[in-house]
Nanobody, 115 residues
Framework: QVQLVESGGGSVQAGGSLRLSCAASGRLLRINTMGWYRQPPGKQRMLVADITSGGTANYADSVKGRFTISRDNNKNTVNLQMNSLKPEDTGIYYC?????????WGQGTQVTVSS
């Protein structure tokens, strides 16, 4: 089993920055993709950004140029640096780890951006 623990959410005004972190523990396969998903109020969960264990990053169009995802394979952590935040970035952010056979989620952390 894999556990994902997120930290770093909070409230910020538009234009501000936040950094989310996620630490994975348990029985991890070395080849995996870690990422962040956002669930706005009343809407479906959607991909924000993810990154493979080889370092290839993928971003939603809405966050390109503002968010940066990074990971440390030795520490099994993934971070999301969020700059120039907008009210539409508000939601619960979930850390995700997936392999070819498994898919795990963190408990979520709230990000609120006020205008």
């Amino acid at each position: 089993q894999v556990q994902l623990v997120e930290s770093g959410g909070g409230s910020v005004q538009a234009g501000g920055s936040l950094r989310l972190s996620c630490a994975a523990s348990g029985r991890l396969l070395r080849i995996n993709t870690m990422g962040w998903y956002r669930q706005p109020p009343g809407k479906q969960r959607m991909l924000v950004a993810d990154i493979t264990s080889g370092g290839t990053a993928n971003y939603a169009d809405s966050v390109k140029g503002r968010f940066t995802i990074s990971r440390d394979n030795n520490k099994n952590t993934v971070n999301l640096q969020m700059n120039s935040l907008k009210p539409e970035d508000t939601g619960i952010y979930y850390c995700n780890l997936r392999t070819i056979i498994e898919n795990f989620w963190g408990q979520g952390t709230q990000v609120t951006v006020s205008s």
